[in-house]
C-alpha cells in the first residue's frame, strides 16, 4: 500500500465523539514508551503526524488520522505506566475498552510490545482480555534495532512461550523498527489486505 495523504481529522474522549461513517478503522495501542507515535509517522511517512514524547502516557484521547482518503489510523491512549492519578488510569481504561468492544468499525487491532524487554505481564494480561472478547488483532513488536537479533528473538520466543500457555494459535505478529523502517511495508501490506478481504465478504 502507498500512503498517498495522512491528515488529522479528530480527537475524540469517549466513542460517541468518533467520526462516524463506515471507513474501516486500525487502531494502534500499547504500553506507556512503546513507540506507537514513532511507529505512526513511519507508516504514515509523515514525521510530525502523531505527536512524540519524552513523557510516558501522553496519548490521553482517541486520535482519528485519516489515510488516503479511505481508512482511519486509531491512535489510542497507552496502558500501564504514566504519572496520572489513579481514577485517571481508570478513565484511560474505559475510554479504551469503550473502543475495542464497541466500535462499529473497527477492523484490527496493532497491539504493540517493546521487543527489548522479557514479556511483561501488563502486556499479556491486555492480550489474553482481547482474545477473550474475540478482538481482531496482531502484535507488532517495537524498537528491534536496539538490541541484537539473538537478544530479540529471544525475547520473542518468550512472549510467545508466555501467550502459548493460554492460546492454542499464536496471533499474527510483525518485526518493526522505526528508525530502520523496518516492518513499514509488511504492516501497510496487511491493512490492505484486510480492507479487500472485508470488501469482497460485504
Given at each position: 500500500m502507498i500512503i498517498k495523504s495522512a491528515v488529522f481529522e479528530k480527537s475524540s474522549t469517549k466513542i460517541s465523539e468518533c467520526p462516524t461513517g463506515h471507513r474501516p478503522e486500525f487502531a494502534f495501542i500499547g504500553r506507556s514508551n512503546v513507540g506507537k507515535s514513532s511507529l505512526i509517522n513511519m507508516l504514515t511517512g509523515r514525521n510530525g503526524l502523531a505527536k512524540i514524547s519524552v513523557s510516558p502516557?501522553?496519548?490521553?484521547?482517541?486520535?482519528?488520522?485519516?489515510?488516503?482518503?479511505?481508512?482511519?489510523?486509531?491512535?489510542?491512549?497507552?496502558y500501564g505506566y504514566a504519572k496520572v492519578s489513579k481514577s485517571m488510569k481508570a478513565e484511560f481504561s474505559k475510554i479504551i475498552e469503550n473502543f475495542?468492544?464497541?466500535?462499529?468499525?473497527?477492523?484490527?487491532?496493532f497491539i504493540l510490545i517493546d521487543g527489548r524487554l522479557d514479556p511483561q505481564d501488563i502486556d499479556i494480561e491486555f492480550i489474553n482480555w482481547c482474545g477473550t472478547n474475540q478482538v481482531p488483532l496482531v502484535?507488532?513488536?517495537?524498537?528491534t534495532d536496539k538490541l541484537s537479533l539473538r537478544d530479540f528473538n529471544d525475547n520473542k520466543k518468550k512472549v510467545e512461550a508466555k501467550l502459548l500457555e493460554?492460546?492454542?494459535?499464536?496471533?499474527?505478529?510483525?518485526?518493526?523498527?522505526?528508525?530502520?523502517?523496518?516492518?513499514?511495508d509488511e504492516i501497510l501490506d496487511f491493512i490492505h489486505f484486510v480492507m479487500h478481504d472485508?470488501?469482497?465478504?460485504?
Open positions: 502516557g501522553k496519548t490521553r484521547l482517541i486520535n482519528h488520522f485519516l489515510i488516503n482518503n479511505q481508512w482511519f489510523l486509531v491512535d489510542l491512549p497507552g475495542i468492544l464497541k466500535s462499529e468499525n473497527m477492523s484490527c487491532l502484535m507488532v513488536f517495537t524498537k493460554t492460546w492454542d494459535e499464536l496471533p499474527t505478529s510483525f518485526v518493526s523498527s522505526s528508525v530502520k523502517k523496518t516492518g513499514r472485508k470488501k469482497a465478504n460485504n
